[in-house]
């Protein structure tokens, strides 16, 4: 067999959408996934709002949507709100399916465990080494030390009742939960009439969790909503960065090929959404014409650069919504939020806030003490905090 062009290490969201658009737009292109697992994507549901992708990216992304949805809701303790912004929902089994259907069983390899990757090489357990002209890290979180991050965990239970649950569009965020915890929200998909994704979320200053205990809240949660009696169809579980602070030069210090997903810091500061961020980076792959690793860490580390200097707007705000509040009244910088018309919201979750947006984001009273906003607001970004 031939050396091919290029080696994507990893079939995780990032790793996977990389290769469909080489597989749809550049059957030129001679690649393999690596994937130590033998499925992709593995237990995992991602989420994205119609106005995150491009136009060019629909096409590989939208066939792996488990649902769509034409509006969305949330609920605060004093504000709710029905947006028209539509949402949309892809599945790790939609991604599976895709990807064995879109891209030639020559181009991939399941059960292919990485050890090592280089510039010119990936070694796989047991000592093989496959060789290429390039090599892109796509194989999920790496090292975050150099960050300043609080964490978003989450438990998350897709459930299968006896009767309709009655609930018609997602519920994006229900806050008006227990929030002795820190802020929290419950995040409801209904994917049928009687089949929903329940999952209860948190953002702390530390990842750890316990699952049992978040399992019994979306038990209360259920419960409280008399949606009645369900089986457990799955379960998933996760914790994502969320980003106040730091060095992305960090992530990118110690890598001598191009990095892709959490690893190369491609994540919404605030929400820690990727696909948008997988989706834009596998059409900007598809586009060159040099796959050396050379000339991707360039490109990719480029990006991650780029992407990290524009969003420093959500990371102050991460400082405002962690440290300017005591846990319980978290919630109320996310609610002081809301109060602004949808494409303002749009933009937010899109990394795409404008200036104009930014000061209205700003305006009005503070929903949280006026003197720790001012010292969030003013704190620069640095290393991250003990």
Not at 204 to 226: C, K, Q, S, W
């Given at each position: 067999m031939a050396a091919p062009r290029l080696i994507i290490a990893g079939g995780g969201l990032s790793g996977c959408l990389a290769a469909l658009s080489l597989a749809r737009t550049r059957p030129d292109v001679d690649f393999l996934l690596l994937e130590g697992a033998d499925r992709f994507g593995g237990n995992h549901t991602w989420s994205y709002f119609d106005a995150d992708l491009e136009a060019a990216a629909r096409p590989i992304v939208e066939p792996l949507r488990a649902a769509h949805w034409d509006s969305h809701e949330i609920r605060f303790p004093r504000r709710r709100r029905i947006l028209s912004t539509g949402y949309n929902s892809v599945s790790a089994e939609r991604l599976d399916s895709a990807m064995r259907a879109g891209v030639p069983a020559r181009s991939f390899r399941l059960g292919a465990r990485i050890e090592a990757v280089a510039p010119d090489a990936v070694t796989l357990a047991g000592g093989a080494r496959i060789e290429a002209d390039g090599v892109i890290d796509a194989r999920g979180p790496t090292d975050f030390s150099a960050l300043d991050l609080g964490w978003q965990y989450f438990l998350g239970r897709e459930l299968r009742f006896t009767r309709p649950h009655g609930l018609g569009r997602p519920i994006i965020m229900d806050a008006t939960v227990d929030q002795q915890d820190g802020y929290?929200?419950?995040?409801?998909?209904?994917?049928?009439?009687?089949?929903?994704?329940?999952?209860?979320?948190?953002?702390?200053?530390?990842?750890?969790?316990?699952?049992?205990?978040?399992?019994?809240?979306?038990?209360?949660?259920?419960?409280?909503?008399?949606?009645?009696?369900?089986?457990?169809?799955?379960?998933?579980?996760?914790?994502?960065?969320?980003?106040?602070?730091?060095?992305?030069?960090?992530?990118?210090?110690?890598?001598?090929?191009?990095?892709?997903?959490?690893?190369?810091?491609?994540?919404?500061?605030t929400t820690g959404y990727s696909l948008p961020d997988a989706a834009r980076n596998a059409l900007l792959l598809a586009e060159q014409q040099d796959f050396g690793s050379a000339a991707l860490r360039h490109l990719f580390h480029g990006e991650a650069r780029r992407v990290w200097r524009?969003?420093?707007?959500?990371?102050?705000?991460?400082?405002?919504?962690?440290?300017?509040?005591?846990?319980?009244?978290?919630?109320?910088?996310?609610?002081h939020f809301y109060r602004l018309a949808e494409p303002v919201v749009e933009r937010f979750y899109a990394g795409r806030t404008t200036v104009v947006d930014k000061a209205r984001i700003l305006s009005g009273r503070p929903p949280v003490r006026i003197g720790r906003a001012i010292s969030a607001l003013a704190n620069k970004e640095g290393q991250p905090t003990a």
């Open positions: 929290r929200f419950v995040y409801c998909l209904p994917f049928s009439a009687t089949e929903m994704l329940v999952e209860d979320t948190y953002y702390r200053l530390t990842p750890e969790f316990d699952v049992a205990v978040l399992g019994a809240r979306i038990d209360a949660y259920v419960e409280a909503y008399g949606w009645g009696a369900s089986t457990l169809v799955r379960e998933e579980h996760g914790v994502l960065p969320v980003a106040m602070g730091g060095d992305v030069e960090a992530l990118w210090a110690g890598a001598s090929v191009a990095q892709l997903g959490l690893r190369g810091g491609f994540f919404h500061p524009e969003r420093g707007f959500y990371r102050l705000l991460n400082r405002m919504l962690f440290r300017a509040a005591p846990g319980p009244e978290r919630y109320r910088v996310l609610e």
